[in-house]
């Protein structure tokens, strides 16, 4: 094992981010063109025959434990800081919030123009509220999706950012330590008693436990620790591995023990990929890699925009399906979420990180 300086610059760490990201939202892709193939009523769709057996809805495993792995990464150093949680919350919304706000209103208009219930989505009032407010509103099936269904996972996102904020108000050791024992305390209530007491249900979802599994990637990443290269690898195909594991002994059905059938190798793979040497800052694929990393939250954010549109044209041109329409939707989000980024995501981001400089600096006067 090496050990590297807990100060060292590391290139790496970009890098690996960004892959994983990438890999994470394409997972996600991935997982439902395969569904689309198996149950969206095309003309002539055939089914797509995955011979990996992964279960690629676990690139939301990663994303969490990435989560995790950046955000102590980045406060590290600011904990029991006067008044950086208040800034950590208000960047993090600037981050993440506008732009789901933006596919969640287009989702909204798009199912209201088109007076179709897309995907059983329930257009009223409470669930339109309670998803722009990240708050889970139980559905007439008991499940807590938001009324973009693809926004459940920020649901934990933003419940994460708050409950680090609070951890940031304490020293290190303390606030790492009240946030490990509530995410815990919460995870092993809802893995022992399965309740079914609505909003309970949700945030006592052993899933939250991924987040703390990105936390100590990082610490160990912090910490200088470097695994060899045949190690690295034998990780991340154990992780994946596992993930085939979980299909082929159907426990991936069981919400409550995610955490083993996905976190578990998550983890794995995410830890094969950053407690690595670094990669080289001036190689060819190195932007490549940042570009798909930045690319990623739109990819994640507009590709069920993509495949319906897709759908649709697909069904108007009789084309047939199967491997053929997979390749051709996998290739248009891409390219879908590529253009998302430069003319939405990145100015958008732009415009609100403006806005609170001005906000700021105003205050600063004022005061």
């Given at each position: ?114 007076k179709s219930s897309i995907n059983g989505t329930d257009i009223s009032l409470m669930r339109v509220v309670s998803s722009y407010l ?57 893995l022992l008693t399965r309740t079914s007491i609505p909003f309970l249900m949700f945030y006592t979802r052993p899933i939250i436990i ?23 690898i034998t990780m991340v195909a154990a992780g994946f591995i596992a993930l085939t594991w979980a299909v082929a002994h159907s426990i ?116």
């Amino acid at each position: 094992m090496e050990r590297l300086a807990p100060n060292e610059t590391n290139q790496k760490f970009v890098a690996s981010l960004q892959a994983l990201r990438f890999l994470a939202a394409s997972m996600v892709l991935i997982s439902h063109l395969l569904i689309e193939t198996r149950a969206h009523p095309l003309r002539g769709m055939i089914a797509v025959y995955d011979p990996t057996k992964i279960k690629w809805a676990t690139g939301v495993d990663i994303f969490f434990i990435i989560s995790g792995f950046i955000i102590y990464y980045l406060t590290k150093d600011k904990f029991g800081v006067p008044g950086f949680a208040k800034s950590f919350i208000k960047n993090r919304f600037v981050r993440v919030v506008p732009l789901y706000w933006v596919y969640l209103t287009l989702f909204i208009i798009v199912a209201l123009v088109s007076k179709s219930s897309i995907n059983g989505t329930d257009i009223s009032l409470m669930r339109v509220v309670s998803s722009y407010l990240f708050l889970p509103w139980p559905r007439s099936d008991g499940t807590f999706y938001p009324v973009f269904e693809i926004g459940w996972t920020l649901n934990f996102e933003i419940m994460f950012y708050f409950v680090f904020s609070a951890a940031l108000l304490f020293s290190k050791k303390a606030g790492l330590t009240l946030l490990s024992a509530a995410f815990i305390m919460l995870a092993m209530f809802g893995l022992l008693t399965r309740t079914s007491i609505p909003f309970l249900m949700f945030y006592t979802r052993p899933i939250i436990i991924e987040f703390l599994f990105g936390i100590l990637i990082a610490h160990f990443y912090v910490k200088g620790i470097r695994l060899p290269a045949l190690v690295r690898i034998t990780m991340v195909a154990a992780g994946f591995i596992a993930l085939t594991w979980a299909v082929a002994h159907s426990i991936q059905s069981d919400i409550h023990l995610r955490p083993f059938w996905g976190g578990i190798p998550a983890a794995l793979i995410v830890s094969g990929v950053v407690l690595g040497p670094d990669i080289r800052g001036d190689a060819w694929y190195t932007n490549l890699i940042v570009i798909g990393g930045n690319v990623s939250y739109s990819l994640y954010l507009t590709h069920m925009f993509s495949l319906r549109l897709l759908s649709i044209i697909w069904e108007k041109l009789a084309l047939p399906g199967g491997l053929l329409y997979f390749g051709v939707s996998f290739t248009v989000a891409m390219f879908g979420a590529y253009v998302a980024y430069r003319i939405v995501e990145q100015p958008l981001l732009a415009l609100m990180r403006r806005g609170v400089r001005r906000k700021s600096a105003t205050a600063a006067v004022t005061v």
